[in-house]
């Protein structure tokens, strides 16, 4: 009988416990497998983007590549959609953090499935269907960044970050007006170019591509290399909440 009363009075604890941190300010109860499960996914989002964005723009631009440079992106994405999962594992920072985290999951999902088309156009370059495959890849990695740097929010919300929150809906916003937008323009360009000189989808790409100089390529890069310092400083937060976690509940359940 006793037991049952013990065991009947430890999720009454535990709510007073996250009463009293809500009183105080304090954030949310996070357990330590979700501390490691976050840390785990911020660092190979943090790589996996890396690659996959240095190997997608070699591939473009440069038509000469051994073979190790497309398995690298592929690393890449699999690094990333490995990491996006290990954050969707994550199921005590709220509905909007878990919402957010979903699409973002769903997306990475999408980068993996294009990127196959990736390889098969750099076999058969003058096939459309494998080019407008290799644009979705594309836009799925924008959309990708922009879904992360808003589930960032949501953590940031929950971690009592009000600086990197503030950041990453910044990074969102200048996601959508430096990379999506841009995207989206040039793609329809290419699209009208074709359709009004009668011409290919690949000859239109390859001239817009020999147009685009280093400081247009260094603007495009510039929102990537934000949300990767965006993910570094996430993953550097929660090694920190981790190590302190230990004696900040010591110092909450201590009478």
């Known amino acids: 009988m006793s037991d049952t009363i013990d065991a009947a009075a430890q999720p009454t604890a535990r709510l007073d416990t996250l009463a009293t941190r809500e009183a105080a300010g304090r954030p949310p109860y996070i357990p330590v497998l979700d501390y490691v499960r976050l840390a785990q ?113 949501a953590l940031a919300a929950n971690l009592g970050r009000k600086d990197m929150a503030l950041e990453s809906r910044v990074f969102g916003t200048g996601n959508l007006g430096l990379l999506l937008l841009p995207f989206a323009g040039v793609i329809g360009y290419i699209a009208a170019s074709a359709m009004v000189q009668k011409s290919d989808l690949l000859s239109e790409l390859r001239f817009v591509l020999s147009r685009a100089n280093l400081l247009v390529i260094i603007v495009l890069l510039l929102p990537f290399s934000l949300t990767l310092s965006l993910a570094w400083s996430c993953k550097d937060a929660v090694l920190r909440r981790l190590s302190n976690l230990d004696q900040a509940d010591r110092g909450v359940d201590s009478p």
């Open 41 to 153: 996914g911020f660092y190979f989002v943090f790589w996996g983007l890396l690659v996959t964005v240095l190997m997608e723009a070699q591939l473009l631009f440069l038509s000469e590549l051994p073979l190790f440079a497309e398995l690298f992106l592929g690393l890449g994405v699999l690094a990333t959609v490995v990491g996006t999962w290990r954050l969707y594992q994550v199921h005590s920072l709220g509905d909007a953090w878990h919402s957010r985290i979903r699409a973002t999951l769903a997306l990475a999902g999408l980068m993996g499935y294009f990127c196959l088309f990736v390889y098969l156009w750099r076999r058969v370059p003058e096939s459309t269907y494998l080019l407008v495959n290799v644009i979705a890849f594309g836009a799925s990695g924008i959309l990708y960044i922009t879904a992360f740097d808003r589930a960032v929010a």
